[in-house]
């Protein structure tokens, strides 16, 4: 399994859109994201949301939100950043409104009690 940080951008995009267009998007997410076990063999070992103290779009370092997975291999990785280009949000694609980017690496040494 590659240990993988998946970190997950809100565009501008997302906050120039109107009020029905965002909850078009804001619908679109969570199916997007479903079953990344099932569908990519994910294991997800954790979730962290940043937008509660970060407001407004992410161009890069501090992202929006993070998923932590055990994953088989890159091509899942792969799969999973693919999840932005593949969603549909009206005429769009959720690519317009997110931006994803995974690190890999594997399990640290330490502090894992």
Known sequence: MIRTLFCI???????????EERASVMEAIPGAFADLAGRFGATVLGTFDDDRLMVGASAGWPWTSYILADVPDLAAVEGICGIVRE????????????RIEARTGRRLFFGNA
């Open 87 to 98: 969603t549909p949000v009206g005429e769009r694609r959720l690519w317009k409104y997110l």
């Open 9 to 19: 951008a809100v565009t501008q995009e997302f906050f120039n859109a109107g009020d």
